[in-house]
């Protein structure tokens, strides 16, 4: 996996020009920041640079602009919100093309500790494509380079891997290391028993991670619309319960592979279902619970059931590491995120190192009050999976080796 990067804490950039690579893509309604969590984050590796007397250069990208200048994706509000929360100004290098003449002005005017932050990288056409124009432009602000950004460290683009071929250093911040260290090695080196959870909808999503933590876990849990389709494999009814119909095979060859390797592979027993899905989605829905081999055709499943929640838990009770991804049910619902919040709830209650894999269930645990109890909540949906199938990410890559 190559996680033995250099990281901040290798470096000491007193009077460096310092790029930095934050994940300031923050919600904004009506020009102003509804959740700062990442703005949050990215404050210890800001600090130490800060502290250490670099010249900190800030740049993220915000939403897609798709290459053009949006004024409504500009990153002016967090110049604001970070002075705010870093007790002194940020200087906000307001060019439309990014590495302009405000931004050279601002860089050259530096002194030691203070803070300038770029427009959204994704103002530049080329940034997505990792256009070598842009990755040089970038570089020519910076004479270090630091990737504290995971949430697009699954995408090779100028801001993250472009900019780390015309810099000398290019090491990984706080946030970067501590995604490296809670899922490469909860992946790789997993104190066990390790017991993996994946929910969400479709297999299609998640075939390669089902694939490569059967090989690494010692248990592996299904809750979910995935589960349906396994279900299905094993030949029950699933009724009108969402199905990945060309995929009903490669389930089959799963629960092979996990009886093969002598791996746990826990379905749901039970199942709670519904006429039809709610709508809108948090509506009052009345619902029963069936067994997961009762289900009638004209209904659909929704979430896992109580002897399912159950089971699950128990697994989660003896586990060492515990790696979740994916909510059990339709957890936007009061009434069907019961199996989530019962998943939840058996992490939170645990010993075990626990994992959430970002996207819906980070944003499950945090909604349901638990996001305290976790050992790590992953800052990247689509990075943390690929994580977990086994790929390496360019942003990581892209770092200095120690």
């Not at 007790?87 to 803070?115: C, I, L, R, S």
């Not at 260290?181 to 999503?205: H, M, Q, S, W, Y």
């Not at 994916?326 to 075990?352: C, H, Q, R, W, Y």
Request: glycine residues 10%.
């Amino acid at each position: 996996m190559g996680l033995n990067k250099k990281s901040v804490d290798d470096i000491n950039v007193k009077g460096l020009r310092t790029l930095v690579r934050c994940d300031f893509n923050v919600p904004l309604k009506e020009g102003k920041i509804t959740d700062e969590n990442r703005l949050v984050a990215a404050l210890p590796t800001i600090k130490k640079l800060i502290a250490d007397g670099g010249k900190v250069i800030l740049c993220s990208h915000l939403g897609k602009p798709k290459g053009e200048p949006k004024p409504e994706l500009s990153l002016a509000p967090v110049a604001v919100r970070l002075s705010e929360l870093l007790g002194q100004e940020v200087k906000f290098a307001a060019d439309p093309e990014v590495v302009g003449p405000n931004a050279k002005a601002a860089v050259e005017a530096m002194k030691d500790g203070e803070v300038v932050l770029l427009e959204n990288t994704r103002y530049r056409v080329e940034e997505t494509k990792n256009g070598e124009a842009f990755s040089k432009e970038l570089a020519s602000l910076a004479d270090v380079f630091v990737n504290d950004a995971f949430g697009t460290a699954h995408r090779a683009h100028c801001s993250n891997v472009g900019v780390t071929q015309y810099v000398d250093t290019a090491v990984v911040g706080y946030l970067m290391q501590k995604e490296i260290d809670f899922l490469g090695n909860a992946v790789e080196t997993p104190v066990r028993p390790f017991v993996a959870i994946l929910g969400g909808a479709k297999v299609a999503d998640k075939l390669n991670v089902i694939s490569n933590l059967l090989e690494k876990c010692d248990t592996l849990i299904i809750g979910g619309g995935m589960a349906y389709t396994f279900l299905k494999a094993k030949g029950y009814e699933v009724g009108t319960s969402l199905v990945d119909d060309e995929k009903i095979a490669y389930c089959k060859e799963m629960m092979e592979k996990a009886e093969k390797l002598g791996k746990k592979l826990l379905l749901p027993i039970d199942t709670t279902i519904a006429a039809e899905f709610p709508s809108p989605i948090d509506a009052p829905i009345e619902v029963e619970v069936v067994p997961s081999n009762e289900i009638p055709a004209d209904k659909m499943g929704l979430d896992i059931g109580t002897k399912t929640a159950e089971l699950y838990a128990d697994a989660v009770k003896s586990a060492k590491t515990v790696v979740w991804n994916g909510p059990m049910g339709v957890f936007e619902n009061p009434i069907l995120a019961k199996g989530t919040i019962a998943v939840a709830k058996s992490l939170a209650e645990t010993d075990a190192t626990t994992i959430i894999g970002g996207g819906d269930s980070a944003a499950a645990v945090n909604q349901l009050g638990f996001g305290d109890k976790m050992s790590h909540i992953s800052t990247g949906g689509g990075a943390s999976l690929e994580f977990l199938e086994g790929k390496e990410l360019p942003g990581v890559a892209a770092a200095n080796d120690k």
